[in-house]
């Protein structure tokens, strides 16, 4: 069965700090897609970034950075020198066989 | 490219009351899903599209909940009748097949 968590409930930072959200999946397909998406406090998910079974590459897109370690399932994410505009809840997702599966998110806090 | 567009915005129905609400998908993506969030929750699939069939729709309350997507693009989501429980941010998403989910804005529903 498909399972996302993320036992981060809530995460409060100063800013410039660095933080690393954690992400760990269960699933029983081969082919799957991990995804992160930002929920600020206007609702709407935006989607950051999605990584293939595939392809284990760690990847880093300007202060956002992500680690994919298929023998631990996680699917972590980091934030370098964060920013009060970072201040949202995370979401972590899986998908596979079509279907998409959230975590229950992480709030984070990024205070002035 | 316009997103996804979602109406109503906000909600406030009693109890037994029926209410409807309204997904415009991303042109062209043929994949389009209703999803449920609850206060401090992930979002959670009721219904999933490809074209105009529902392809997976194991988590819609049945009893309750009915769905419809005419033409294989804009979709409505009924309740009817509300309950107190299905107070909620309704969520529609829309996408290519293993691309990731572009969502609207949501309707958040508020059943007294």
């Known amino acids: 069965a498909q399972k996302v968590t993320q036992a981060q409930t809530e995460i409060s930072v100063v800013e410039k700090e660095d933080v690393t959200l954690d992400c760990v999946y269960e699933t029983r397909d081969t082919t799957y897609y991990l995804f992160w998406y930002k929920q600020p406090p206007s609702g709407e998910l935006v989607f950051l970034i999605r990584r293939n079974s595939f392809d284990e590459q760690n990847e880093i897109s300007g202060r956002y950075s992500w680690n994919f370690q298929k023998s631990t399932s996680s699917f972590n994410f980091t934030i370098t020198a964060s920013q009060v505009v970072d201040s949202a809840v995370y979401f972590c997702?899986?998908?596979?066989?079509?279907?998409?599966?959230f975590g229950a998110g992480t709030r984070l806090f990024v205070k002035a | 490219e316009a997103g996804v567009v979602q109406s109503p915005r906000y909600k406030i129905i009693e109890k037994k009351q029926p209410v409807a609400f309204w997904c415009n998908p991303i042109?062209?993506?043929?994949?389009l899903y209703w999803y449920r969030q609850n206060l401090g929750q992930g979002p959670e699939l009721l219904i999933r599209y490809e074209n105009e069939e529902a392809v997976d729709d194991s988590q819609l309350p049945k009893d309750r909940f009915s769905a419809e997507r005419l033409k294989g693009v804009d979709s409505t989501l009924k309740i009817q009748p509300a309950e107190l429980g299905d107070s909620a941010v309704y969520l529609c998403a829309s996408s290519l097949v293993g691309s990731p989910l572009h969502f609207g804005n949501g309707t958040r529903l508020t059943v007294t």
């Open positions: 042109s062209g993506h043929n994949t």
């Open positions: 997702a899986n998908t596979g066989g079509f279907k998409t599966i």
